[in-house]
């Protein structure tokens, strides 16, 4: 971990609204994947993930939501306290991080074996990358709803080969 990511973290759930702004503009301006090569220590955002759901519940900065998933999800903190703020991402139709989302339920694929009904209208979603992600959790789910089922028969539909990988993976 990387002492200026430890700092916008801090800054992150600091409670402050100047800080928070100032740690999202920061966590923007990396590189993709960069917390792939330097991620965060998983025990600090543990240990932070109340301050994480207040951040998410004050919805005051513009990619403050998308970060907080991403947080939890790379930390594995996919638990029942997380659960509600994935179902109300899930249900904004106008939710552009769509794809942190479904990779956070994908870290808990149990948790939200139930959300199956959630998934139907996003297996024909614009964004490729949300309909993969679809495939990609409903193959790490054992006990398919059958509106999951509903989903992944959408899904073979799909053109791109990566949802397809995925719909295989399904239908094995």
Same mark, same amino acid.
């Given at each position: ?8 973290? &801090?800054?992150?759930?600091?409670? $402050? ?11 923007? *301006?990396? %590189?993709?994947?960069?917390? %792939?090569?330097?991620? &965060? ?9 109340? %301050? ?9 900065? *513009? ?11 790379? *930390? ?16 904004? /139709?106008? +939710? ?17 074996? $139930? +959300? ?19 495939? !990609? ?18 899904? /073979?539909? $799909?053109? !791109?080969?990566?949802?397809?990988? !995925? ?6």
């Amino acid at each position: 971990m990387l002492k200026r990511d430890k700092e916008d973290f &801090l800054s992150f759930v600091s409670g $402050d609204p100047a800080s928070l702004t100032a740690s999202v503009a920061s966590l923007n *301006a990396r %590189e993709k994947g960069h917390f %792939e090569d330097h991620p &965060l220590s998983a025990k600090l955002i543990k240990e932070n993930v109340e %301050e994480l759901l207040a951040v998410w519940s004050s919805n005051s900065v *513009a990619g403050a939501r998308d970060w907080v998933l991403q947080f939890v999800a790379d *930390a594995g903190v996919a638990d029942s306290r997380v659960k509600p703020i994935i179902i109300s991402a899930l249900s904004d /139709k106008s +939710c552009d991080f769509l794809p942190t989302v479904l990779y956070t339920m994908s870290t808990s694929p149990a948790l939200f074996e $139930d +959300c199956g009904d959630l998934l139907i209208g996003l297996a024909e979603h614009p964004d490729r990358e949300v309909r993969w992600r679809v495939a !990609y959790f409903i193959s790490k789910v054992r006990n398919r709803s059958q509106s999951m089922l509903s989903a992944i028969e959408l899904l /073979k539909k $799909d053109r !791109y080969d990566t949802t397809q990988v !995925y719909v295989r993976a399904c239908c094995v």
